[in-house]
Structure formats: C-alpha cells, structure tokens
C-alpha cells in the first residue's frame, strides 16, 4: 500500500438518516476520499442492541449503502461493507472485551441514555457496544475516523482500549483520531433543541429524514421551535438560542458560508424569512441526494455487488490485524 492514511467510519442501519447523520458523518467522507483510503461501513451488528424487524433491518442496510453513494462516495477507490460480512469484528471484540473495564463502560452517556429508553432490554450487547466499535475502528488501523460529537465518546474509549493492549504487547495498534466537521457536528432536535436530532426520535417532527418528501422538509424547518427574542445571533451555550444556533448551524453547512456571513444577511430581519430560506437551503441540498439515490436503489445487483467486493477486501485488510492480535495474546495461529 502507498503512504495514503486510512480513514474509517460507519452508521448504524437502525432508521432513515437524518440530515444530523449527513451534515455530522456522510459530508465529511465525501470531502475525504481524495486524500485517504476510505472504509465506510454499514453497521448492523450494531442495530441488535435494540430490538430490530428483521426484513426492516436488511432493507435499510442496503438503502443506507445506496445513500453513501448518492451523496457522493465513490465505490471505484473506497470500500463499503457490511459490517456482519466480515467476522473479525465480532472475534476482535471479543479480545478487547477482556481488556476493557466495566467502569470505563459505564461511564458511556450513549450506554446511559439508551438503557433508560429500553429499560427492558439493558442487554450485554448494548453495554458493550463500545468495544465491538473499537473493534471496527482498529481491525483497519485507521487512523482517522470522522464522525459527529455525540461518538466522541466511544473514540476517546477506543483510544484508552488500544493504547492499554499496545503498551501490554507493543506497538499492535494504530491510534485513531476523531474528526468532527466544522459546522454540523451536533445538528439538534428541530422540536426540543437541547437534545441531538437523532433517528429514533418518536416525533418525526424533530429530525429531517434523508427520505422525507421535500415539502415536509419545508415544513418541518418552518415549524423549529426558536424563541422569541427574535433577533438571529449565534450564542453558543445559551440554552435559549438553541433554536436559532441549530438553525444557523444547519444554513452555514448546506451553503458552505460561515456562520458570521450568514448572521449578517439577516440583521434586522425575522424568523419567519430567515427559516424560509433554511427551508429552501436544506430542501437544494437534499433534492439531487434524493433523485441519485431513487436512481441507485432501484439496481439491487449493483448494491449486492459492491457489498461483496467490499467484504472481500475488508477481510483481506483486518484479517493482518486479527492474527497478530491473536498471536500477542498467545493463541495458536
Ligand atoms: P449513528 O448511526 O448513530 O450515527 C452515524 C453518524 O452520524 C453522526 N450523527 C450526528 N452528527 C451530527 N448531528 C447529529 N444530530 C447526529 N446524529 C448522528 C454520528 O456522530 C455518526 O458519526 N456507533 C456509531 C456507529 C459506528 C461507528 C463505528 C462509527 C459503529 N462502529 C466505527 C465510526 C466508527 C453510531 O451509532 O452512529
């Protein structure tokens, strides 16, 4: 392999995507592609930690495929798989598992914050979700892996996980770095802009979906709760302005202008204007995402093709990683 750093990231297939999803991880693998080798994975394995309708799981995983496309990722120079067609994720997980502490684990705000939406099901697996991620994230010696703020966290866990086995057994591991985008990397709640717009929140009011229609795009963004201040001023860690902060977020990363300049064009103007024009900002955004995506999901060999291809080399890739780790920790290889 040339000198070309490795970059790693992936989305669980556990709803549609959101623009939080596009704006925090897929914009940022775009720009990406040119300078490293990419893997970009989609992350079933993952979705089981909560209960799943299987036929929905296995739909989504390909739609998510065909949205990496459509946004732009070029299956020609990066590989995208699917994470549960390649085994050396569950095998190294189950090596980082006993090098990963409860304590660390239960530190994890994701771990906390799903386990008191599914009180039902606090399952092992959602408890050590982390390490199955570190796992993804090292079996490719990545060296970068861009993502939104809300997995920061679990980098910063895989991070401590790989320099413990690393200063046990010598240098095994590559230390991967998070990258958040500039703008974009915590799109909130449209409805209750203290929270992150997230997919599985149950008002579909609150998150713009990959998948809605381009009026209920428009409407959504007309309807964000703000506050009524009504002056559009960036003031980052006023809970007040969190409405307008998302909002301002979200315009400054679909038109790639600052967030200053943008401030600037409505001085002295409304709510109302200035959500319009978010509106239609998002709604160009999505619109040719949406038209190459219908394009791409209807050729389902094309999809099959490029998941197996992608598996092929990603076995290929981790299974260097796999056998060294198992030679360190002194199983016969
Ligand atoms: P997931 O599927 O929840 O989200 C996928 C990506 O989207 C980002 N994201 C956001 N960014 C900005 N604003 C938001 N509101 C927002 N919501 C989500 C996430 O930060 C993420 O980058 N554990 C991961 C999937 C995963 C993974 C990995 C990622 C599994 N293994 C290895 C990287 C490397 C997850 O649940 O992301």
């Excluded at 995507?17 to 993952?46: F, P, R």
């Excluded at 679990?154 to 320099?163: L, P, Y």
Aim: proline residues 3%.
């Amino acid at each position: 392999m040339d000198d070309k750093k490795i970059v790693f990231s992936g989305i669980q297939p556990s709803g549609n995507l959101t623009l939080g999803n596009y704006l925090g991880a897929i914009k940022n693998w775009v720009s990406l592609q040119e300078d490293y080798h990419c893997i970009y994975a989609m992350m079933d394995m993952h979705t089981i930690t909560v209960r799943q309708t299987p036929a929905e799981l296995r739909r989504r995983t390909l739609e998510i495929l065909a949205l990496y496309l459509a946004c732009g990722i070029d299956a020609e120079n990066n590989i995208m798989f699917i994470q549960s067609h390649n085994p050396a994720h569950a095998e190294l997980a189950w090596v980082l598992n006993c090098y990963t502490y409860m304590g660390e684990l239960q530190r994890m705000t994701q771990f906390k914050d799903k386990s008191s939406r599914h009180a039902e099901n606090i399952n092992a697996g959602l408890f050590t979700y982390p390490v199955l991620m570190a796992a993804d994230i090292l079996l490719y010696q990545a060296d970068y892996v861009p993502v939104g703020k809300d997995q920061m966290q679990h980098i910063e866990i895989c991070r401590d996980v790989a320099q413990r086995f690393n200063a046990i057994y010598g240098d095994v591991f590559t230390i991967p770095e998070g990258l958040l985008p500039k703008v974009g990397a915590n799109i909130m709640s449209l409805q209750n802009p203290v929270k992150k717009m997230s997919k599985s929140d149950p008002n579909p009011k609150a998150y713009i979906s990959m998948m809605d229609d381009m009026n209920v795009i428009a409407k959504k963004i007309k309807s964000a709760v703000t506050d009524s201040e009504g002056v559009i001023e960036y003031r980052e860690g006023d809970d007040t302005k969190a409405g307008i902060n998302n909002l301002l977020s979200i315009m400054s990363a679909v038109t790639g202008r600052s967030i200053d300049d943008v401030v600037k064009d409505y001085a002295g103007k409304g709510y109302g204007d200035f959500k319009g024009d978010v509106a239609e900002a998002v709604v160009e955004c999505i619109r040719p995402i949406r038209a190459e995506y219908d394009r791409i999901i209807a050729d389902k060999a094309y999809l099959t093709e490029i998941c197996q291809k992608g598996a092929e080399s990603a076995r290929r890739i981790s299974e260097r990683t796999l056998k060294k780790v198992y030679k360190k920790v002194g199983f016969v290889v």
